[in-house]
């Protein structure tokens, strides 16, 4: 706490105030306080700790308001287990359509610009692809690759980007509880081949490819690529197209993998 800017000294006015509750409480302590009873000397203890530490500066939180309100005005983001054909979606949460899915999709541009998640990530993509924002994912797709087909959202061609919670600090362990769970929601979404160790932004990842039955017809592949971000949270990206333009989307989700840098703090 002391290195973060807090003053450790709130950790015994916690304890205190847990006291002062349990005193007032017929149930008494809370049953987590059984494994770790008070010694009587807890708050002198801790206020003579943290007598001893330096601490830092107080954290700069004055863009804390700005940017939770910024995120809650963000529209829902389709869940990703339902990529490709995916669950109807209703409400004014739904994203806009990106054209007409099930029209032609034009092959990507070599034209690229910057694209950037917060802190967390910057990346390049087609200049032309439009950019779909999410509390915690980013999709950028083409024109015809994301909207409403026959009632259901549909994400059939481009890329996402997102953050995911992690139980574990094993990042292929952490990656399957991750897939497996989309694949639970989503039955036509399924393993296309083993795993490969591979890099994002200079930190070990891992390349997980799916498949899925898409929308448009036949197969689309899916590719999900993750690495662990400094706070153990799993960051993610994303491609997703129709298994007859697979060939024509490869060299562009290479270079969109290749641009990322995750710039969160280490």
């Avoid at 929601?185 to 200079?202: F, K, M």
């Amino acid at each position: 706490m002391a290195r973060a800017g807090y003053d450790p000294r709130a950790l015994a006015h916690m304890f205190e105030t847990i006291e002062a509750d349990s005193k007032k409480s017929a149930g008494g302590n809370p049953q987590w306080l059984s494994s770790h009873p008070d010694p009587g000397n807890r708050t002198q203890y801790i206020n003579k700790e943290a007598e001893s530490l330096t601490m830092a500066s107080a954290p700069d939180s004055k863009e804390f308001e700005p940017i939770k309100a910024a995120f809650a005005s963000l529209p829902r983001g389709k869940a990703t287990a339902n990529t490709g054909r995916g669950r109807a979606d209703s409400g004014s949460d739904t994203p806009p359509a990106v054209g007409t899915p099930g029209q032609p999709v034009p092959r990507p541009t070599s034209e690229f610009r910057d694209v950037a998640g917060g802190r967390l990530f910057r990346a390049s993509v087609p200049a032309d692809w439009t950019s779909l924002l999410a509390k915690s994912s980013i999709k950028v797709v083409p024109r015809n690759g994301y909207g409403q087909l026959d009632g259901q959202t549909v994400f059939n061609y481009g890329v996402e980007f997102g953050v995911a919670r992690a139980a574990t600090r094993d990042l292929v362990a952490a990656t399957n509880a991750w897939v497996n769970a989309a694949t639970q929601e989503n039955r036509d979404l399924h393993y296309a081949g083993a795993q490969q160790s591979t890099r994002i932004s200079q930190r070990p990842a891992v390349a997980t490819p799916l498949v899925n039955r898409s929308a448009l017809g036949g197969q689309e592949r899916i590719t999900v690529y993750t690495a662990f971000l400094a706070d153990g949270s799993l960051f993610y990206y994303l491609t997703v197209v129709p298994e007859n333009d697979a060939d024509a989307f490869q060299e562009t989700f290479r270079r969109i993998g290749d641009s990322i840098r995750l710039t969160d703090s280490r």
